[in-house]
T-cell receptor, first 112, second 111 residues
């Protein structure tokens, strides 16, 4: 089954404690991205990757890091989380010449 | 600057009613997509429209792309409680580039 998986689905952490949210897709997609979704603000892109070892900032990259060492994986790293990073996070993937984007199930992060 | 404006933001209707959700922009897009998102889940793609004036139907849902490729609409006929959810439109300037999302329309259909 074609899918995008994220882990963990729920995470409560404290300010400053480094965390990683994993994302994996099994569709051999070149393009992967991370979004955060907040009430009243909609979906905002954090980072994206056009292919292995190629990443770039989206609209709201501050406080986040990503890496793309393998085509299927695109982890999101919060080196020093802060309460304003409390949000619902989605990973998504798409073929290089495709419009259709597939989303993961989401990770609800709470930073206290 | 919000490049894609969706309206209405919220919509609460009775089962059996018809409704239309709009997605407008001053920019031209090579494609527009509609997604539906249920609470606790990721957005799921409903349709992609790429040709100006294009109309696509998905059961009781009708999607239209404006002639100038700057706007789109989603019409639901005889809404059902199962249609409840957040409807998002998203535009791409060209295939493979970043999608720009509207803020969404929250639809509630009561029986």
């Amino acid at each position: 089954e074609a899918q995008v998986t994220q882990n963990p689905r729920y995470l409560i952490t404290v300010t400053g404690k480094k965390l990683t949210v994993t994302c994996s897709q099994n569709m051999n997609h070149e393009y992967m991205s991370w979004y955060r979704q907040d009430p009243g603000l909609g979906l905002r892109q954090i980072y994206y990757s056009m292919n292995v070892e190629v990443t770039d900032k989206g609209d709201v990259p501050e406080g986040y890091k990503v890496s793309r060492k393998e085509k299927r994986n695109f982890p999101l790293i919060l080196e020093s989380p802060s309460p304003n990073q409390t949000s619902l996070y989605f990973c998504a993937s798409r073929g290089h010449h495709s419009y259709e984007q597939y989303f993961g199930p989401g990770t609800r992060l709470t930073v206290t | 600057t919000q490049l894609l404006e969706q309206s209405p933001q919220f919509l609460s209707i009775q089962e059996g009613e018809n409704l239309t959700v709009y997605c407008n922009s001053s920019s031209v897009f090579s494609s527009l997509q509609w997604y539906r998102q249920e609470p606790g889940e990721g957005p799921v793609l409903l349709v992609t429209v790429v040709t100006g004036g294009e109309v696509k139907k998905l059961k009781r849902l009708t999607f239209q792309f404006g002639d100038a490729r700057k706007d789109s609409s989603l019409h639901i006929t005889a809404a059902q409680p199962g249609d409840t959810g957040l409807y998002l439109c998203a535009g791409a300037r060209q295939a493979g580039t970043a999608l720009i999302f509207g803020k969404g329309t929250t639809l509630s259909v009561s029986s």
